[in-house]
């Protein structure tokens, strides 16, 4: 009769733990081996209880060799500790992070964030402000099924997600504008306070706000119990109340079925100011509601290519322009393609108002600038005329990169202006010395910089 | 062994690839083909004997005179037998093979097929995602800790692609079943995905853009491979925008829309890290909403629990400011190798497989498949991809 493979591997992988420890002890080590498989396998076991998914088979069935390096893992018995906190999570579901769940409060450098209150315009987090005004909530509103082993946190495999290609080479030959629609300064003052809520468009720059605010389309719902999204439908837009309500429904099942119960529950409704449908401004991903109309409304709408594509056009120009100015710049004209791109990704705008002293004569030099828009003058003390003017494209102070000498001048603004900057320790940070940089083109001219060091490798072998 | 790569290399690279477009499979093969066919497969049973690492060099400079990563007009879905899935993705599934009519000793020598279909590829719009995905990998072809895909090809209305077949399964499934990983295990795997995450980006150009424990395998011997490169770009110095990747891995860049590179994958580096020492993301709620919400702010907490290098090098990795992020910033992966986290790895001997992998997973043999998970069954509803379709997309799958 041949021994059944299970004992066998449990063996051979205790001669291997045997072989590795050499313990004076044996019957203790071997005692000891098997009570740690036994744990490791009851945790597997208890873990393999909470998946739903497929996964869960897979789970309980021991893989594990001996050279398990959890057996002996710190944290120990996780299964225990898990389990007994289970308990405890399943009241507490609007928990912010993973962390703040599965550490104690005590254990975390910060303090969770658990302060859900938003404005009355705030639903933006998805339907979770409304889910809490409604009845009990569903814990299967998120991505994936509720989970709620430590901390809710989504055990199974995760999905990839993917939006519609986007390529910034095309919108330069296709010359495209985003969608505009004319809108009262009311509407267009009420739709800014309704997103300013929202992460998504809190940083945008005034002028993509200004896009993203005229591309809006007003959309008209004549009449109640219109579904305006679909739980479980693919999603491309975004929507804004301008005035109406609307009740929001889950259906536990993840859809929307069929029957006068298919619609779920009512989580929550969303009025003027409200929105709702936000992750379709990132990818298609299934609607997590239902939104049906109470009455005759008014909504906003966006859709998630105009959206990302006013956001990307932006950027590509912004950097294009970057690009451009750098390669202007006599001390950088060394840089490679991808270099010039990295600095190009650094550079940070600033806005000044007029006579602004963006650099002080004397001061020591931190940051070089590129005049984006408007003008500015450079004066110099003793001196009661500018002594030269810059305007789009130019840049100054980029000495600053090199040595720490105090600025050679002043540079005043004369109208409002745009810069991009970027300091010393950012242009190190990313390429290393500018001296480094310099010697590529001339090695005569960075042996000089360093005070006549004539100890430089390179500039020998010029 | 060295006249061996050289006659395969030979084999794989005449003959033309003229006529395979709508060839059925049921089309019988000229002479010369049949010698083909038969020399390739002979290939396909010694691929285990003859694969090596090759150095990221021989990588990158050899491209088209590998072995390995070769488009084939010969091989056929009917050449194989379909054992079992492995796993399933919207639009492709890979399936454990073997050659058909194979010796009674050679019933260990598997691969893994990926089968993608062309109208579900073009329905939902990943034929560019696709064509990338087969590109970069013939590209990396080689190198230890990648997928090797071996060949690929296609019929009339599927692509294939033959990749390796790495018996360990996900890290995912060990990473979830152990909760979380000791300090040394991450370690390991964090030092093996930072040599793929070196060669990608600064050998190939190449971001890869989906890093999760779900993508990464465990081979025979306990090392790492990469897998599924379905959002892999050679993006070389030029950023992109398409969102992809897995919310919880996703980098603020992505979110925003301001352009990304392969810093990215050192923001997903982070992440990953974080999750192997910790059991779970540092980003996450059930609203995905708010989940990029953290992203975008960027704070990340840490256990008390954890080692004051293992914060300092994801703080690093997880800088929401690409010019201060680390693998960014100058000095590149040199400066993630070097960081007092990663003191007791051997960098030379780990690209060279010298080092033990801290879990050897436990099998029966090199076909075991014990540690994959249970697929349903393919539907048998089929969308037909018609003559039309052929006609307008089948130029877009040429390289295949």
Known sequence: MSL?????????????????????????FCANFFLRRLESQRAEFLLSQHHSSPQGRGMAESTFPGNNPFGTSPSGGFATGGMHRLEEEDENDNVASPTAATFAHRDMDRAPDTAPGESTFGNFGGFSNSIKSGAAPPTSIGAGAGQSFPSNYNLNRRTSVSAESLNPASSLNDNWTPPYHQKTADQQNRLKAAVSGNFLFSHLDDEQSQQVLGALQEKPIPTKGIKVIQQGDVGDYFYVVENGSFDIYVNKSGKLEAGPDGLGSKVGSVGPGGSFGELALMYNAPRAATVVSIEQSTLWALDRVTFRRILMDSAFQRRRMYEGFLEEVPLLNSLTPYERSKIADALETKKFPAGTTIIQEGDVGESFYILETGDAEVYKRGVDKAVKRYQKGDYFGELALLNDAPRAASVVSKTEVKVATLGKDGFQRLLGPVEGIMRRNDPSKAGALEDGDGVDPLAKGS | MAAAVHKARELFHHGSHGDRKNSDGKKSLSKQESRDLEEEKHQLMEYEEMKRPLSPSQIHEDHGRKMVGHSSHVLRQEDFELVKTLGTGTFARVWLVRLKNTAK??????????????????RLKQVEHVRNERNVLAGVAGHPFITTMVASFQDHDSLYMLLDYCPGGEVFSYLRRARRFNEPTSQFYAAEIVLILEFLHEKEGVAYRDLKPENILIDAEGHLKLVDFGFAKKVENRETYTLCGTPEYLAPEVIRNTGHGTAVDWWAFG???????????????????????QIVEGHVRYPSAMSSEARDLISGLCNVDT????????GGAQRVKSHPWFGNID????YNRRINGPIVPHLRGPADTRNFDEYEPEGSQREAYTREMAEKWDDYFKDF
Do not use: C, H
Request: no cysteine; proline share 8%.
């Open chain 2, 105 to 122: 000793g050679d019933q260990n020598k598997v691969f893994a097929l990926k089968i993608l279909r062309k109208v579900d590829v073009i």
């Open chain 2, 323 to 330: 010019s201060k992020r680390l693998g960014n910033i100058s």
């Open chain 1, 4 to 28: 059944p493979p299970d004992y066998s591997n449990e063996i051979s992988a205790l001669n291997r733990e045997f072989l590795k420890a050499q313990p004076s002890d044996t019957l203790q």
């Open chain 2, 347 to 350: 960098w030379d001997a780990l």
């Open chain 2, 271 to 293: 992440i990953l890290v974080y999750e192997f020492l910790v059991g779970q993301p540092p980003f996450w709620d059930q609203n995905p909403m708010k989940i990029y919400e």
